[in-house]
């Protein structure tokens, strides 16, 4: 079989209130940003489906969708396959980010509500002591959590829309990196920018937006380069 089985994942897809076109989708991409699907690794439609106990149908449809966000690509004579990430994608991802979440904290600091800014505390606060317990995928995937908030908390559905693909590349490469990585500065950055928001400060909130997705660019290309394997495909 081409396409592995993860070890702790169900085969089949469960019952939610989601479509099962959308379930499917949803799966595989979990399945690419949690690694259980490595770049590189040829996916086979007949075979995903027979696993999924579904028809082929929606896993056609959950990889043209993968392939159009940046997650599978199409390679002559082997079809789809699990799309490499690099430090050159990451570049791509971190000019785009250091814009749209500069202008979510700036619209996050005008329109958050009493609730939501509940909500920004208590996810700092789970990420600030999974990372001085040493959790520190935990504290990754918190801190991603964090952003995402951040965007909706701006109040702009538009911007939710645009950000919803790129946070899941977000998750990808935070994965990827998340052995190496220290949770505890990325909480500090975090903190601060949740005090702008609280406080009102619109340009406070969006200049401390810009320099933490700056900052994050650089470490995390420190440590792309350090991965076995590192850079980008010929």
Do not use: K
């Not at 595989?28 to 696993?51: C, F, H, K, S, T």
């Not at 690099?86 to 509500?113: C, K």
């Not at 899941?168 to 190496?180: D, G, K, V």
């Amino acid at each position: 079989m081409t396409t592995p089985r993860p070890a702790a994942r169900s085969t089949a897809i469960g019952d939610t209130h989601q479509s099962l076109r959308e379930r499917v989708y949803v799966e595989l991409r979990e399945r690419i940003i949690e690694g259980d699907y490595p770049a590189g690794l040829r996916l086979v439609e007949r075979e995903i489906a027979d696993e999924l106990r579904v028809s082929r149908v929606p896993v056609r449809e959950a990889m043209q969708r993968l392939e159009s966000e940046g997650f599978l690509s199409v390679q002559p004579r082997r079809g789809s396959v699990v799309a490499e990430f690099g430090p050159r994608d990451a570049e791509y991802l971190f000019d785009v980010r250091e814009n749209l979440e500069g202008l979510a904290a700036r619209l996050a600091a005008r329109h958050a509500t009493p609730a939501g800014l509940r909500d920004l505390e208590r996810l700092l606060a789970r990420a600030r002591r999974a990372a001085e317990s040493g959790r520190l995928r935990e504290a990754v995937s918190l801190n991603a959590d964090f952003h995402r908030h951040v965007v909706e908390l701006s109040g702009n559905p538009l911007l939710v829309d645009l950000m919803a693909p790129l946070d899941s590349r977000l998750r990808r490469l935070f994965r990827l990196t998340s052995a190496q990585a220290d949770g505890e500065p990325m909480c500090g950055a975090h903190e601060r920018l949740y005090e702008a928001v609280r406080d009102r400060d619109e340009d406070g909130a969006e200049a401390l937006a810009r320099a933490h997705v700056a900052d994050t660019r650089a470490s995390t290309q420190r440590l792309l380069a350090a991965l076995p394997d590192a850079g980008d495909p010929a």
